[in-house]
């Protein structure tokens, strides 16, 4: 350190400036890495809104095949709407929940069947 003033002031000045590239170059690399976690980040939606779209299809399909068709020639049974999705359903528990469902979709197209099996004769 110096008793020159404009020394000093130089001193100040470059310890300044080295001080702004630093902070500069930090916050670049920040940025990248932010960068990088969103690219991750919107992979990993885009996955999951697969993953959903394949999940609802495969709902609706069953739907379609175990509820509806069973149920279409079925005149005084008016077949609701498919059941809207449950946002906090897990989709790799599929399985279970159709296990959970399907013995109550068994039993309502059996009851159907014998209710309207005089009619159909």
Same mark, same amino acid.
């Given at each position: 350190?110096? =008793?020159?003033?404009? @020394?000093?002031?130089?001193?100040?000045? =470059?310890?300044?400036?080295?001080?702004?590239?630093?902070?500069?170059?930090?916050?670049? @690399?920040?940025?990248? $890495?932010?960068?990088?976690?969103? $690219? @991750?980040?919107?992979?990993?939606?885009?996955?999951?809104?697969?993953?959903?779209?394949?999940?609802?299809?495969?709902?609706?399909?069953?739907?379609?095949? !175990?509820?509806?068709?069973?149920?279409?020639?079925?005149? &005084?049974?008016?077949?609701?709407?498919?059941?809207? $999705?449950?946002?906090?359903?897990?989709?790799?528990?599929?399985?279970?929940?159709? $296990? !959970?469902?399907?013995?109550?979709?068994?039993?309502?197209? @059996?009851?159907?069947?014998?209710?309207? &099996?005089?009619?159909?004769?």
């Amino acid at each position: 350190m110096t =008793d020159d003033p404009s @020394a000093r002031y130089k001193e100040l000045l =470059d310890t300044a400036h080295r001080a702004a590239r630093t902070h500069s170059e930090h916050e670049r @690399a920040r940025s990248l $890495a932010l960068i990088g976690e969103i $690219a @991750a980040e919107d992979k990993e939606i885009t996955a999951a809104k697969e993953a959903e779209a394949k999940v609802t299809e495969e709902v609706t399909g069953w739907w379609r095949r !175990q509820v509806a068709a069973p149920l279409a020639d079925v005149s &005084w049974l008016t077949l609701g709407s498919l059941p809207a $999705a449950d946002p906090s359903a897990d989709p790799e528990n599929l399985k279970d929940y159709l $296990a !959970q469902v399907e013995p109550a979709t068994d039993a309502l197209n @059996a009851a159907v069947r014998r209710a309207s &099996w005089p009619r159909r004769c």
